[in-house]
């Protein structure tokens, strides 16, 4: 674990988070395996995507700490967190393409930035990129012209540009038919197995949560903080916590 | 059941400690609705009230088609009820309506804690704070725009060419036919009105010299940013709103892509270059529009007309004209710009940034234009 992947373990510890006032969830902390599939686990409006803006940099906790490898994120200066930004990759709820951008260039634009590769072997990647999640047309379509499941690929894509260490996902497979949700499951798990990126995934979708993911936290909404600890099938299993189980089972009397 | 609508209708009886509450007819939203039919719920409760009440029944074998309407009147006896003591028997009631009102809350909900309400000099207060840190932000975007303009100049910003010639052309090329249009229409009224007083001293030859001067030093540059606040400001403002709603700016922050570079330094570049070119091609086309009109309807020489403008505009005007519409290009882009970025993440927010927007870049625009009539003044321009 020395070296190049010390980055690509995440240990959280005692993080609160919340947009002034009262924190949405405080108190949370966890361990990220290297190469494994985490999930943030909880209800609607639990504060899942909240807590995932404070992994990715987009909201300063009010306490606690993000560690990548050994570096607490939010105690870096500026030029190392946008530095550790882009050893990240992150796919939004619904793919937040860039609107104004084809599907090529959404993918193409973190490296034109931040890599000093030749446009053509750019264009080589891009293409390799859009290949592996299995999107064999609709290159230089606009996201518009797009459908969801193509849309959430297309991010996918992005997210995967730079090559990251650790891939977040916010609700992946929301918004899909029961189909296409399975099969972007499966996507996630080759890409895991393929390269050994870790997964991050805050979702709610049961389905994918059991299917995919080998480790996670169960964030309650009333006590806001984490309930539970570990894979949602031992939570499904073992968990006698109510809220927990009233979730993992979808709301049948224990 | 026959097809006529009969009204709800409700009968109580009181018998020792209970109570039988008859419903019969057609309890539904329609029926209720009209007023020739007796409203159950104006009928007096004051049966309710009896000491020696301590149940309530129901038949409701007389009951037609129901809705929601039959359950407002049972959770109201309801809550009603409960104060008192009085058990509410729903045996009588259809099973639907019972699972229904099962789902219903007992008691009337207490209403939700009022928010306290902030004293005035706590609002003042909180006013000036929120306009003091806006203007910094203002300030700080300002900034950063001018000193990345400077190293867009030598190649070294973070944006995307053709993100810049997108916007140049869409502040551009694309805003020619609209600013024309209004700046013609503006020239040729300018001659029609100035005529008719004119006329009057036999002046008439001076129609050219208002013209000319009225719309290079005010009109061209003050009517071309009102079509750029309507056309550019709002459309940038709605641009960026939209994007922050559909997390496009997250995922550019989180790449670490400063959004100043790489969103709102094309915008600001092209609406600051194009405001002075739009003004120059303003300016001609009003003169145009006057001199169309002094020509064609006052029997005006083509001859004497430019020779006037010649005479009447300077360089020094011009220079006016031209620094007023590079002022009024970098207000209406950094305000449409600075909403946008503001906005919620909403699809309402969209629209409100928008209109924010317009309504913000045109009063700017006026009022710069009233500091620099004052400066013009103070000048001597």
Not at chain 1, 111 to 139: H, N, P, T, Y
Not at chain 2, 23 to 36: E, P, V
Request: hydrophobic share 50%; net charge negative; with cysteine.
């Amino acid at each position: 674990m020395e070296g190049f992947h010390t980055a690509s373990t995440l240990h959280v510890r005692g993080l609160s988070v919340g947009y002034g006032g009262e924190p949405v969830q405080h108190d949370v902390s966890f361990d990220v395996k290297q190469g494994s599939i985490f999930a943030i686990m909880g209800g609607s409006g639990c504060g899942k995507s909240t807590l995932l803006k404070a992994l990715i940099g987009l909201l300063r906790p009010s306490a606690g700490t993000v560690h990548f490898g050994g570096q607490d994120y939010w105690s870096m200066d500026e030029p190392h967190r946008e530095d550790f930004g882009r050893r990240i990759g992150v796919l939004f709820q619904g793919g937040a393409l860039w609107s104004s951008m084809t599907a090529a260039e959404n993918v193409a634009l973190p490296l034109q930035m931040f890599s000093r590769l030749s446009e053509d072997s750019i264009e080589a990647l891009v293409q390799l990129k859009l290949a592996l999640v299995g999107l064999d047309s609709g290159w230089k379509s606009l996201p518009a012209d797009l459908s969801g499941g193509m849309r959430q690929r297309v991010g996918l894509a992005r997210a995967l540009s730079l090559d990251p260490e650790i891939l977040f996902l916010d609700e992946p497979s929301a918004g899909l038919d029961p189909v296409a949700a399975r099969r972007f499951d499966d996507l996630i798990l080759e890409l895991r197995d393929g390269f050994g990126v870790t997964v991050v995934m805050v979702s709610h979708e049961l389905e994918s949560l059991l299917a995919i993911c080998d480790d996670g936290v169960f964030l309650d909404a009333a006590t806001r903080t984490v309930i539970a600890h570990g894979a949602p099938k031992a939570l499904l299993d073992n968990s006698d916590h109510p809220a927990v189980h009233a979730f993992m089972t979808r709301g049948a009397a224990p | 059941m026959s097809d006529e609508a009969a009204g709800p209708g409700v009968a109580i009886r009181v018998d020792g400690g209970s109570a039988l509450v008859t419903l019969s007819g057609d309890w539904t939203l329609r029926i209720a609705a009209a007023a020739a039919t007796p409203n159950p719920f104006a009928d007096s409760n004051a049966w309710l009230d009896r000491q020696s009440l301590r149940a309530i029944l129901f038949d409701a074998h007389g009951l037609g088609r129901w809705d929601s309407t039959l359950l407002l009147y049972l959770t109201r006896l309801r809550q009603l009820a409960a104060p008192r003591s009085i058990r509410f028997d729903d045996g009588g009631i259809p099973l639907a309506a019972r699972r229904l009102l099962e789902l219903l809350p007992d008691k009337t909900q207490a209403p939700a804690a009022a928010t306290r309400r902030a004293s005035l000099v706590e609002r003042v207060g909180l006013a000036a704070v929120s306009i003091w840190t806006e203007a910094v932000a203002v300030t700080e975007l300002l900034g950063w725009q001018v000193l990345k303009a400077g190293a867009a100049g030598v190649g070294r910003a973070r944006m995307r060419g053709s993100d810049l010639i997108a916007c140049l052309y869409d502040a551009g090329i694309a805003a020619l036919p609209m600013v024309a249009l209004v700046n013609v229409l503006v020239g040729g009224i300018l001659a029609f009105v100035g005529a008719i007083e004119l006329r009057r001293f036999g002046a008439d030859i001076y129609i050219a010299n208002l013209v000319g001067i009225a719309q290079v030093r005010e009109m061209a540059a003050v009517m071309t940013a009102i079509v750029m606040a309507g056309r550019t400001g709002g459309a940038y403002a709605a641009e960026i709103a939209s994007m922050q709603g559909s997390n496009e700016l997250d995922a550019l922050r989180v790449l670490g892509v400063p959004v100043q570079d790489y969103l709102i330094l094309p915008r600001v570049l092209a609406l600051t270059l194009m405001a002075p070119l739009l003004f120059l091609y303003a300016s001609f086309v009003g003169i145009v529009g006057g001199f169309a009109v002094a020509v064609s309807m006052l029997n005006m020489s083509p001859a004497i007309f430019v020779a006037q403008i010649r005479d009447a505009v300077s360089m020094s005007q011009v220079g006016f004209g031209l620094t007023k519409s590079l002022f009024f290009g970098v207000l209406i882009a950094i305000a449409g710009c600075r909403i946008g970025l503001k906005a919620g993440r909403s699809s309402t927010d969209v629209g409100q940034a928008a209109t924010q927007a317009v309504v913000v870049g045109i009063v700017g625009v006026i009022m710069l234009d009233a500091v620099f009539a004052v400066c013009a003044n103070a000048l001597n321009i």
